[in-house]
C-alpha cells in the first residue's frame, strides 16, 4: 500500500492558517476530474492524504482541486506515487545522446513508457541505414559458374556485394528452396563485401532459390 498526502494552506499576517475543506483529487494527464482519485482531510487540519493499494495504480498524476472551479481545475502540482510509469515521460523529454551516452537504459526504462511520439524524427533516420537485398540469379555456382548455382554440382555460391562497407554488413539468409543452405562466410577486401552460401543436403532441390539481405550502419 502506498500513501500520498498534501497540505493546503494561506499565509494570514505571516501566520500559516490551514485550508479546509478543499476537494482535492489525483488525476493522470488528459482524465476526468469526475474519475479522480480522492483525497480526504484528516480532521480540519488542510492535509489531505490518500491510499493506492494495487501497484498498478502508482505513477504519475496531476494534482487537481476546486480552489477556483466547481468542476475542478489543475493545481499546477504534480506528484509521483511508487514507481514512474508511461504518463511521467513528456514528448521529447529523450533525445539521442541520452540513449548514446548511457544515461538511460534498458533497466531505467519502464514497459511500454516509450512509443513513437516521445521519439523526435531526428533520433533515427532510415538513411543512416544501409541495405542491400541478392538473390539466386546474383549468386554464382563455385564449380558450374552458373547463376543460379546447382546445387548437385556446385558446393558453395558465392555473392559480391553492389555496395562498399566500412565494416562488415548484417547478412540475413532467406532459403526458399529443399535444400540445406547456410552463410558459410563474408569477407571485406576494401570495402568489397563477398558472400559464400554453402550448400548442405540437397534433398528434392534442384536449383538454388533464397534471398540475402545485408545490412549495415553506414558506407564509407
Not at 500520498?4 to 488528459?30: A, F, H, N, Q
Not at 562498399?164 to 532467406?174: F, G, M
Not at 563485401?193 to 533464397?210: D, H, L, R
Request: glycine fraction near 10%; include cysteine; proline fraction near 3%.
Amino acid at each position: 500500500m502506498f500513501k500520498y498526502g498534501i497540505s493546503y494552506y494561506t499565509i494570514e499576517i505571516g501566520e500559516r492558517k490551514p485550508e479546509s475543506g478543499v476537494d482535492v483529487r489525483l488525476l493522470r494527464p488528459g482524465a476526468d476530474w469526475q474519475t479522480g482519485i480522492p483525497l480526504i482531510e484528516t480532521g480540519d487540519t488542510g492535509y489531505y492524504e490518500c491510499f493506492i493499494e494495487d501497484e498498478k495504480d502508482c505513477g504519475f498524476y496531476e494534482i487537481w482541486d476546486n480552489r477556483n472551479d466547481t468542476n475542478g481545475s489543475f493545481s499546477g502540482k504534480y506528484c509521483t506515487i511508487g514507481k514512474l510509469d508511461a504518463r511521467g515521460l513528456q514528448n521529447r523529454c529523450i533525445y539521442g545522446n541520452h540513449i548514446e551516452d548511457g544515461a538511460v537504459t534498458a533497466s531505467k526504462i519502464a514497459q511500454h513508457s516509450i512509443t513513437a511520439n516521445h521519439l523526435d524524427n531526428s533520433t533515427f533516420k532510415l538513411n543512416k541505414l544501409q541495405h542491400e537485398i541478392q538473390n539466386e540469379f546474383r549468386g554464382v555456382g563455385d564449380i558450374t559458374q552458373s547463376s543460379p548455382a546447382r546445387l548437385r554440382d556446385d558446393r558453395f555460391i558465392n555473392h559480391v556485394l553492389d555496395k562498399e562497407y566500412a565494416e562488415p554488413p548484417h547478412i540475413i539468409l532467406t532459403n526458399m528452396c529443399n535444400a540445406h543452405l547456410f552463410i558459410d562466410n563474408a569477407k571485406t577486401d576494401k570495402g568489397q563485401v563477398t558472400i559464400s552460401i554453402g550448400i548442405g543436403a540437397q534433398f528434392e532441390g534442384e536449383e538454388a532459390k533464397y534471398q540475402i539481405l545485408a545490412i549495415a550502419k553506414d558506407t564509407p
